[in-house]
């Protein structure tokens, strides 16, 4: 069964965790995605290996650029970013996320790739767009979370140190936003035959994120609160509870959860405790959330209620009765107990890795109508530099002089007599 992107040509010129990430998004959807690699070590995610023998090749890297080719030449060279440039006619999709400015020294750019490629969709990727003050900023994921407010939105109180989210989130996002939008102009391409230049950034990704939020502000400059670990409706018991034996998130955040929530814990007075809850809110036909008077009562009602039982048992009883709850678990705890469990929670596709697989857990969705997923592993640097060369047309010598002239590197490397 064929894939949805089987026929697309993706150059991917990126490197880290956006950029890859968006293009192994095209590649497991069926894309044929070259990466571009410099030839002394290839990027930077080959060189974070946790041991010497992972090669060059490294977990990390692999679970990024699964099913992708490896096309290792130095864009720094007039010959190497010639071959990106005869790669780029026959491509469909252009990747980067350099810093603004930087591809066009080495005539790279929307502009040269489009004069080789008219209808090229063509993706920039960088921290804070291509146009302003900040553009030529460089940009990691913690930093822009300190930028965009995300950080201040964490912790709870507004004394609280800024805290950071435990991953690179916004990298993740923007990866993602990066390959949504590239389908879209795909599509918009096969209709109207027009390419498009997109402009990416970690910015925009960290304020869809935070959407709800930055949209609160931008219409009544209403700036959000620091709840910590509470639920983003404001519910009383939308928040998470120390218990016996670990923690445990709940969202009783309507008057029925919360009715059933108060009952499970023998609370039940607390629904017509006028000094509590705002029971007019309360009792309104057509639901809402539930709204507190006097919230530090509430919390440390729960909280004493919660303290002396168990989180695995209270997370069983309340989603029975229909109250969201789920005791805080490592993820790979979570992650072993789907598996054990099995559904479509968890949907894991495993890659070749050497003489190892590495396992991932997918793509985030399954299509029911669609070949199963590559089971390709990411390339050795310069793996299918030569085969590429011989498609476009370079012969055995021709290859060897770009070699000689360190403007590309072949995997395996040239032997004694070879080509």
């Not at 996320?97 to 080789?116: C, H, M, S, T």
């Not at 063509?122 to 940009?139: D, F, H, L, P, V």
């Not at 969202?251 to 929530?261: E, H, S």
Request: hydrophobic share 45%; with cysteine; net charge neutral.
């Amino acid at each position: 069964m064929s894939k949805p992107l089987e026929g697309v040509r993706v150059i991917d010129m990126s490197h880290v965790i956006a950029g890859p990430l968006a293009s192994l998004y095209l590649a497991q959807l069926g894309a044929e995605v070259i990466k571009i690699e410099p030839p002394q070590s290839g990027e930077v995610m080959r060189a974070s290996k946790a041991a010497p023998e992972e090669g060059d090749t490294p977990a990390g890297f692999a679970a990024l650029n699964a099913g992708k080719r490896s096309f290792a030449a130095d864009i720094r060279t007039a010959e190497g970013a010639a071959l990106v440039r005869s790669l780029a006619r026959t491509a469909d999709v252009f990747i980067e996320n350099f810093r603004p400015g930087v591809v066009a020294k080495y005539g790279l750019d929307y502009a040269a790739i489009q004069a080789e490629r008219p209808d090229i969709v063509y993706c920039s990727i960088s921290g804070y767009g291509q146009e302003g003050e900040w553009s030529r900023r460089g940009a990691y994921d913690h930093v822009v979370q300190a930028l965009t407010g995300m950080m201040m939105m964490s912790g709870d109180s507004a004394e609280a140190p800024p805290l950071k989210v435990g991953f690179p989130v916004i990298d993740v996002a923007v990866g993602m936003l990066g390959a949504l939008s590239i389908v879209a102009a795909l599509h918009r391409r096969e209709r109207e035959g027009l390419g498009q230049y997109i402009d990416a950034s970690m910015v925009q990704a960290s304020l869809m994120l935070m959407y709800p939020n930055a949209s609160s502000f931008l219409t009544g400059r209403v700036e959000p609160q620091r709840v910590g670990n509470r639920g983003y409706t404001g519910s009383p018991t939308a928040d998470t509870y120390r218990c016996a034996d670990g923690w445990l998130a709940t969202a009783a955040n309507t008057p029925a959860q919360f009715r059933k929530l108060t009952a499970v814990l023998a609370l039940e007075s607390l629904c017509e405790d006028a000094a509590a809850l705002d029971l007019e809110a309360f009792h309104a036909p057509g639901g809402g959330f539930v709204v507190a008077r006097d919230l530090p009562y509430l919390q440390q009602r729960f909280r004493d209620a919660f303290a002396s039982r168990s989180a695995a048992e209270m997370e069983q009883r309340l989603n029975a009765v229909g109250v969201p709850a789920a005791r805080v678990r490592k993820l790979g705890e979570f992650l072993d107990e789907m598996e054990s469990r099995g559904g479509a929670a968890l949907q894991p596709v495993a890659f070749s890795h050497g003489a190892s697989t590495v396992r991932t857990p997918g793509l985030g969705f399954r299509y029911r109508f669609d070949g199963a997923a590559a089971a390709t592993g990411a390339p050795r640097l310069g793996q299918d530099t030569h085969a590429l060369l011989a498609e476009m047309g370079w012969g055995a010598e021709a290859i060897r002089s770009l070699c000689d002239a360190r403007a590309i590197r072949l995997y395996p490397p040239i032997q004694q007599g070879a080509l």
